[in-house]
């Protein structure tokens, strides 16, 4: 556990300009007591200002009950859960970043003691982010916080303000969601949902997110042009 984390990819962030409010969960080890809970989700001190400024629509983005589109939401305010895919440069703007995430649905619920998203999603959003002394890891889960500025062969790209990172071993999946419009590229990468195993892991260990995820080192920095949306 601890090695991967020392060796994931990290990419640092710096800039002089306007920044994103960059957070980052501490990873903690998580003891099994026999008994599990459901609870809301609750935003740190640092994303109340942000979660507060959400509409009604864009608090939960999808469940079993409550399909949720990415698409067609230019200028409105949202945040959305993605697993970091890729992260390259913003040519022409050295301090800026573009980050490739696969978003993950999310009903506002979570378990206690661990964050919880659905396995299943609405797809690729792209996050523009200016950050100072900050690392994001590939295949890390974050939340972002901003506005929709644009949308291209629908995949819509989000001015990030707040961004919040859930690293390994902070985070698992569940396989309840609304139907899955995920990234085939991603989708063939889960080796359990080929298996049609069962997803939901209330303790994952690192064999759990190489199984669904993929292997961190050939994302982020490293993911193939090829890759990015066109």
Same mark, same amino acid.
Do not use: H
């Given at each position: 556990m601890n090695k991967l984390l020392i060796t994931i990819l +990290?990419?640092? +962030?710096s800039s002089s300009f306007a920044q994103t409010v960059v957070e980052t969960v501490p990873v903690k080890v998580l /003891?099994? /007591? @026999?008994?599990?809970?459901?609870?809301?989700?609750? !935003?740190?001190?640092? #994303? /109340? !200002? %942000? $979660?507060? #400024? &959400? *509409?009604k629509n864009e608090i939960t983005t *999808?469940? %079993?009950?409550? !399909? $949720?589109? &990415?698409? @067609?939401? =230019?200028?409105? %305010?949202?945040?959305?859960? @993605?697993?970091v895919r890729g992260i390259r440069d913003v040519p022409g703007k050295s301090d800026t970043h573009e980050l490739l995430l696969e978003q993950k649905y999310f009903d506002g619920m979570s378990d206690c003691h661990i964050m919880l998203v659905s396995k299943s999603g609405a797809g690729d959003f792209i996050a523009q982010v200016t950050a100072k002394d900050a690392t994001i890891p590939s295949l890390?889960?974050? =939340?972002? $916080?901003g506005k929709v500025v644009s949308e291209t062969a629908g995949v819509p790209r989000i001015d990030a303000q707040f961004i919040r990172i859930w690293p390994w071993f902070t985070f698992t999946f569940t396989d309840l969601g609304a139907e899955d419009h995920s990234n085939p590229k991603w989708q063939k990468l889960c080796k359990i949902c080929q298996s049609e195993g =069962?997803? $939901?892991?209330?303790?994952? /260990?690192e064999n759990y997110y190489l199984a669904i995820l993929g292997d961190p080192s050939s994302f982020g920095t490293m993911l193939p042009?090829?890759?990015?949306p066109k």
């Open positions: +990290l990419l640092p +962030l /003891t099994p /007591t @026999g008994s599990l809970a459901t609870c809301a989700y609750m !935003p740190s001190e640092q #994303e /109340t !200002p %942000f $979660y507060k #400024e &959400l *509409g *999808g469940s %079993f009950m409550a !399909p $949720y589109k &990415l698409q @067609g939401k =230019r200028n409105k %305010f949202v945040s959305w859960y @993605g697993i890390s889960m974050i =939340r972002v $916080y =069962r997803i $939901y892991k209330p303790y994952p /260990t042009a090829d890759d990015w």
